[in-house]
């Protein structure tokens, strides 16, 4: 930076240290278990060792009898207050607690209010129950054959099927299929598996009597949504309802969705009138909270002969557990799924998808996914593989073949998306560039001579996030649209306020950048807030890397609101007229006269002090921001694994990551959260996953099983950025903290697939364990001999 | 400095009536205190609820996660398997113990610096295995760093920038340390 | 969660401690490094009514040759095993073994004597033990026994260890001249239960033939596996190639696998194999003086 350039600290592009570490680093944190009220409660769950089972007799006496227990919940008690069934964000039902039959093993059965943690965890485990098994449904295609036990006998429909869902020209995609000189197809597998959030869920909930206040603590990813479900809900006076989101140790959309526990404390706060906490384990959380992926997939590519893309069919089933509970926008019941065409220019395209009831927990999206773009992404980039490997052209030269041109911008999907801008070819060669991509060719080649596994996977995605414009999206009806209130004091400092809600992004940090760019106040004199929806602007949170591209976008269209009033007051200031002054290098200016200037500060003193008459005092701002589209992050990703021959271990050997996030607001930030999702996209590559055996007994229901990636074999990630703007978005930003999680499984997989290219594989379901490898390898071991 | 050593109630959130108790005295962050508790009280609740040290998190119910992290006797362990009884004479000390007088530890500040936080959930855990690591190690190599934090697990950073903090903050202890050696 | 209620004792002699045990009679468990109990009581698994803690009994934590033996007291912690220059010298299957255990805070309390006597197949010293041919030292209300290696794992989460007996140490035959040990194992992720592991120890004579060998495995059983005929097919025999493949081979029809989270039964039958054969060349290559 040259001296004199005009500069403001903390601006857009500045990786300034994190505002909020100050609090973390000390251990001085607010998350939900840190908060205590005078006289709190505790609040402990009973739950379903069996998946699907009748309750027969629920026995509270010996729970009643713990010293320390006052009282035991069950389904009779919410089903007389109406409250036993409560309605999903998908417009389905689930049970707070059972009336008589319950559908998943872990399922809510019982909950134990006592006066300290360890008292109602006795509790809880003294509540007797007996249960009659029933028939258990974990296979979603079985759940659809005739005669398949009904696992929601409340639904009229008597059904596993909940609903079909399809887009794109059904009979033109089939038709150039047919017509297609080449056509690929596969079938994909993306099991289960949970986002594992360090800091599990959990809430304190009270009701203050006498003035009807009802406060809740949450770990909750959309504070403002949870108060107008409460309202709506539970009848409480919306004004009254006080959602309090503290620190949040990790969402990941994990903490979108209302879970039982939630409103059992609100029902023990205000049965018993104390402050009642809710804490859930681990294993609870692993166990019974929304789990992502569970997708089977069919998937079918056609092309020309030589390598261009025609058209794209794919046929899914949903296992969403026993109700519909994810967390998509209200007309997309499948997410943003149909982004499956991704960074390539199909002519035709069809998907349809199906949703089946297992006797599993529900959920589906919970997992860093963009709602479904992680399933879209890892289809498309396989299937590109398989026809790369099938035509046998190299998958970088089948992809730069392929790509969506710049020139292309703003591009129409077959499916009905416009992205807004993108520069797919520039992505990917910067990366061949990083990692010497001939180079690994060559050294494949030779290694191969050598009956050594070397593999090179490439995953070139496009994203789709910022949910999202009115016109197509909403939550319950909820649009979704995000807001930032501005205030600036008269010692020129700032306060701003946001409908979203950060569970580790930085926003309180990024905001201010933006902020500070747009006021010409530094970072460091601005401060922000999040969820407190007593104070802040409404919003509808924090996931599927909605942020920026929304909130973001208002922080910026609220601060221009200020620059509109405060011209005024400069023009005031200076005695010249507003039309004759222009913000240029962060103040205000007479143009032609640019030492003629005031500063943002002095015009905020005035503004209290010395507003021009017949103008309202203050300096502040409030945007609603309504996204004209979505924004369309994008990158290409380049992983190098080799394969020990003699167990099938897959060890990343490098992974480069080169992403596209239109501006960069905060490079440090913007790196951490890239890191943070490459892990996230390797771990259900190789290690993690939920399995249930055929009686719906979890496999993998705590950290002793279900395998988070330690530092140690996390890959030594490198990343590189190219920069192109969002056309649309106020600062050209789009997004960036799932980015590398819907990129990167891909990425790895083609890897693992490259490398057993000699033993003729086109496929292997993640995740890759070394076994899977093993079998491949022994199998044809064994047929040479 | 022989302090007196501070008696403490067992948060009611901890203790039910009818339970025999214990008597612990062990000293916390330089600070002796004093208390009957329930032998099942594990030392992560007896720091968190009892004494208010609530830097220390709970992340999983399994032994895994490490995010309860502190150091018993200057070693670093995880506290949520530790019984508040086992440490009766010894010293633990929690992230709360790492600033002194107001002043962040290298290790602090080598977090803030490097981004080596996003939710913060992990973090003093984290922090308090980097501190036993360099107070042995003060210069290791990113595998030894690795290797160190293995028994701490982080969703969210992706453990690059974990690295680079504490390598950089075995960097500048060494560097203060020669400092006030007074080396030319 | 949260363990159910007991009651608390820490003794400070053996005697104490065993008087103690039985007193309380089958309702009395012992308390090391309670990184295998205390998990087991918070998850209500295990719900002794009395928990007796040894951790303040002295002299019962140590590493040192004495006589004819190399003697590790039972309260030895884990993490003990990797600091020490002796082990890394004489006697590196420990070294290996340590560093595959759990993590290092986990290794910072837990014990030898609980990774010995817990009877988890997944637990790493068993197999060390079984390989080197090591004696257990209990002690108990009619007083001290030796069990070896060999007769001490029965079952399961059974050993030869009998109600209110304690561990107190374990000894392994000091380390000749050219002797040779190593362990390793793969798991999923590092620090998980093993998918298989092995551990080796032997010893050449002059000629350059294998004198002795000693083979225990990991995870691939009810309770760790000693491969008696993959042992006893190298004893006499030069350490080529054959002999390591053939041993191998035989490791893996001593292994009796279960199929589960960490692979299918061929699998983990191969892996034996693979690792008895990787550990025997690491273990030979230590006998003739190298790493």
């Known amino acids: 930076m040259s001296v004199g350039a005009p500069h403001v600290q903390g601006g857009i592009g500045q990786s300034i240290r994190r505002k909020e570490d100050a609090r973390f680093i000390r251990g001085k944190g607010n998350y939900i278990d840190d908060v205590k009220m005078p006289g709190m409660l505790y609040l402990d769950i009973t739950r379903s060792p069996y998946a699907h089972a009748k309750i027969t007799a629920i026995r509270t006496e010996r729970a009643l009898k713990v010293p320390g227990v006052l009282a035991v919940i069950t389904g009779k008690d919410l089903e007389a207050a109406g409250l036993a069934w409560m309605p999903t964000l998908m417009s389905d039902k689930q049970m707070v607690l059972p ?187 692993l166990q019974a909270d929304s789990f992502a992926r569970d997708y089977h997939i069919h998937a079918e590519v056609g092309a020309t002969s030589d390598g261009k893309v025609t058209a794209l069919k794919v046929k899914t089933l949903a296992d969403h557990g026993y109700t519909d509970a994810a967390a998509n926008p209200s007309k997309f019941p499948a997410g943003l ?168 992004q930085g926003h309180e940090t990024t905001y201010a950048q933006i902020l ?86 002095e015009v905020a003193f005035a503004a209290y002090t010395n507003h021009p008459q017949g103008m309202e ?41 080169v992403d596209d996030c239109g501006t960069i607001i905060n490079p440090m930030i913007v790196d951490g959260q890239i890191h943070g999702g490459l892990t996230m996209g390797f771990a259900p590559a190789l290690l993690e996953e939920i399995q249930y055996d055929e009686n719906g007994n979890v496999r993998g229901g705590s950290f002793v099983d279900y395998l988070l990636p330690t530092a140690v074999e996390t890959p030594r990630w490198e990343t590189a950025k190219t920069v192109t703007p969002s056309p649309h978005h106020p600062i050209g930003a789009k997004g960036v903290g799932e980015s590398a999680t819907v990129g990167a499984p891909p990425a790895i997989v083609n890897a693992i697939v490259d490398a057993l290219q000699p033993y003729g594989v086109e496929h292997i379901d993640i995740p890759v364990h070394p076994w899977k490898v093993w079998q491949i390898l022994h199998a044809a071991e064994s047929k040479a001999k | ?91 633990v000390r929690t992230v709360e113990g790492l600033e002194v007088g107001g002043k962040l530890s290298p290790i602090q500040e080598a977090f803030v610096e490097c981004h080596g936080l996003q939710c913060g959930f992990c973090t003093p855990g984290m922090m308090m295995t980097a501190t036993a690591l360099l107070a042995r190690n003060p210069n290791p190599t990113e595998d030894e760093v690795r290797d160190a934090i293995r028994g701490n697990l982080c969703r969210c950073t992706g453990y690059v920038n974990i690295v680079k903090a504490i390598q950089l903050a075995g960097q500048k202890m060494q560097t203060t340390a020669a400092g006030a050696g007074g080396k030319p | 969660m949260i363990p159910p209620q007991f009651d608390y004792y820490a003794p400070r002699s053996i005697d104490e401690a065993v008087s103690l045990l039985q007193r309380f009679d089958g309702e009395a468990k012992v308390l090391a490094g309670g990184h295998s109990l205390i998990p087991l009581m918070k998850l209500r698994l295990a719900q002794p009514q009395v928990l007796v803690d040894i951790n303040r009994i002295p002299n019962l934590a140590y590493i040192r040759e004495e006589g004819t033996h190399l003697k590790i007291g039972a309260t030895t912690r884990t993490n ?173 029809e001593a292994a009796q696998p279960t199929g589960d989270l960490r692979g299918p039964i061929e699998y983990k039958r191969a892996m034996a194999g693979v690792l008895t054969r990787r550990v025997l060349n690491r273990a030979l290559s230590r006998a003739k003086g190298g790493a």
């Open chain 1, 99 to 285: 009336t008589d039959t319950v559908m998943y093993q872990a399922q809510e059965v019982a909950a134990v209010v006592a006066d300290s943690r360890y008292a109602a965890a006795d509790g809880a485990a003294a509540v007797e129950v007996d249960y009659e098994p029933l028939p258990v449904v974990t296979n979603p295609f079985k759940a659809l054959e005739p005669g398949a036990p009904v696992i929601r006998t409340d639904r009229k429909e008597q059904s596993n099927h909940i609903w079909h869902w399809e887009t794109g020209d059904k009979a033109g995609t089939d038709q150039l299929l047919t017509s297609s000189p080449v056509r690929v197809a596969q079938d994909l597998y993306i099991p289960r598996i949970h986002v594992s959030s360090m800091e599990t869920c959990g809430c304190v909930a009270h009701l203050d009597s006498i003035s009807g206040r009802f406060t809740i603590y949450m770990t909750t990813q959309a504070p403002h949504a949870i108060r107008t479900v409460l309202a709506l809900v539970a009848g409480l006076p919306e004004q009254n309802i006080r959602v309090i989101s503290p620190d949040i140790g990790g969402g990941f959309g994990g903490k979108v969705p209302v879970y039982p526990g939630y409103v059992l404390a609100a029902v023990a706060a205000i049965k018993t009138g104390h402050p009642v906490k809710w804490i859930e384990d681990r294993s609870e959380n």
């Open chain 3, 80 to 252: 003990d095993l990797l600091e020490s220059d002796l082990l890394r010298r004489s006697y590196p299957i420990f070294t290996d073994a340590a560093q595959e255990i759990a993590d290092p805070l986990v290794r910072n309390l837990g014990t030898v004597g609980g990774n010995v006597c817990h009877g988890d197949p997944g637990n790493d010293l068993p197999a060390c033990m079984l390989a080197l041919g090591a004696e257990m030292m209990v002690v108990g209300p009619k007083g001290p026994r030796t069990i070896s290696a060999s007769d001490f794992y029965k079952d399961t989460f059974v050993t030869a260890v009998e109600a209110n007996e304690i561990l107190i140490e374990v000894r392994i035959p000091k380390s000749r001249p050219q002797q040779g040990t190593a362990y390793q194992k793969i798991e999923k992720r590092i620090g998980d239960f093993a998918m298989a592991g092995a551990a080796v120890c032997v010893v050449l004579n002059s000629a350059g033939r294998i004198e002795s060998a000693g083979i225990g495995l990991t995870g691939v059983g009810p309770t760790a596996i000693r491969a008696v005929n993959a042992a006893n097919s190298l004893v006499g025999e030069l350490p080529d190639e054959v002999h390591v493949a053939n041993a191998g081979r035989l490791a893996e």
């Open chain 1, 337 to 504: 799924f149909h982004i499956i065409t991704g960074s390539y220019p199909f002519s035709k395209a069809f998907v349809e998808v199906d949703a089946a009831y297992t006797n599993k927990p529900p959920g589906g999206i919970a997992y860093r996914c963009s709602f479904r773009v992680t399933e879209a992404v890892y289809t498309i980039e396989r299937m590109m593989d398989i026809l790369a490997h099938r035509l046998k052209i190299d998958p970088a030269e089948l992809r730069l073949k392929n790509f969506i041109p710049p020139e292309a911008f703003p591009y129409a999907s077959a499916l009905g998306w416009t992205y807004d801008s993108g520069n797919y070819a520039g992505a990917l060669q910067k990366a061949m560039q990083i990692i010497d991509y001939a180079g690994l060719r060559r050294e494949q080649a030779e290694k191969r001579r050598r009956g050594e596994l070397m593999g090179i996977g490439i995953s070139s995605f496009t994203e789709i996030v910022g949910a999202g414009p009115s016109s197509t999206f909403d939550i319950l009806g909820i649009k979704m649209f995000d807001a930032a209130e501005v205030r600036i004091h008269p010692t020129g400092k700032v306060l701003a306020r946001f409908g979203t809600k950060s569970q580790g």
């Open chain 2, 1 to 91: 400095m022989a302090a007196a050593a501070r008696p403490v109630s067992p948060a009611a959130s901890l203790t039910s009536a009818g339970g025999t108790l214990v008597h612990v005295r062990v000293t916390v962050n330089g600070q002796p205190v004093v208390a009957e508790v329930e032998p099942r009280t594990l030392l992560v609740h007896f720091l968190r609820e009892v004494l208010g040290l609530t830097g220390t998190h709970i992340g999983c119910d399994t032994t895994n996660c490490g995010a309860c992290t502190v150091h018993l006797d200057g070693k670093p362990v995880k506290s949520c398997t530790v019984l508040a009884v086992q440490t009766d004479g010894r010293d």
């Open chain 1, 516 to 601: 500070a760019e747009e006021l010409g106040i530094p970072a460091d004199d601005i401060r922000v807030e999040e969820g407190d929806t007593d104070t802040a602007p409404y919003g509808l949170g924090t996931y599927a890397s909605r942020s920026t591209p929304t909130a973001g976008a208002a922080a910026s269209m609220a601060a221009r609101k200020i620059r509109d009033k405060a011209q005024k007051i400069a023009a005031h200031l200076l005695e010249v007229s507003p039309d004759d002054i222009e913000w240029k290098d962060y103040a205000f200016r007479v143009k032609g006269v640019p030492t003629k200037s005031k500063t943002m500060q």
């Open chain 1, 617 to 657: 005092a203050g300096l502040e701002a409030v945007d609603y921001y309504d996204p004209p589209n979505m924004t369309y992050p994008f990158g290409s990703y380049i992983c190098v694994v080799d394969i020990d021959k003699e167990t099938g271990q897959v060890k990343v050997r490098r992974f480069v990551a």
